[in-house]
Nanobody, 115 residues
């Protein structure tokens, strides 16, 4: 199983990006899905999560600015990131968790926010 993450790039502070994560199998198989990020020199940080029933929750640093969603027909997980800040600069990873346990990670996509 592979998770293909995309959508990262360079953007100015206050701008926006939308990250995508496309699994190689049906997204309906997964229970929880999530986005994490890792900035240089820091530990990987949970950003946002969404359940199979589309219940969402967010880290305090992104609440009100980021929106996680899963589009079953398009078989894609999204992270809409608005009002980006310099401190959002990181490699962003998607994660998908199976009902029986175990999880898969995407390869990461770089987000760089300039001041």
């Amino acid at each position: 199983v592979q998770l293909q993450a995309s959508g990262g790039g360079l953007v100015q502070a206050g701008g926006f990006l939308r990250l995508s994560c496309a699994p190689s199998i049906s997204i309906n198989i997964f229970n929880d899905m999530a986005w994490y990020r890792q900035a240089p020199g820091k530990q990987r940080e949970w950003v946002a999560g969404i359940s199979r029933s589309e219940y969402t929750n967010y880290g305090d640093s992104v609440k009100g600015r980021f929106t996680i969603s899963r589009d079953n027909p398009k078989n894609t997980l999204y992270l809409q990131m608005n009002n980006l800040k310099v401190e959002d600069t990181a490699i962003y990873y998607c994660k998908a968790t199976l009902p029986i346990g175990g999880a898969y990670w995407g390869q990461g996509t770089q987000v760089t926010v300039s001041s």
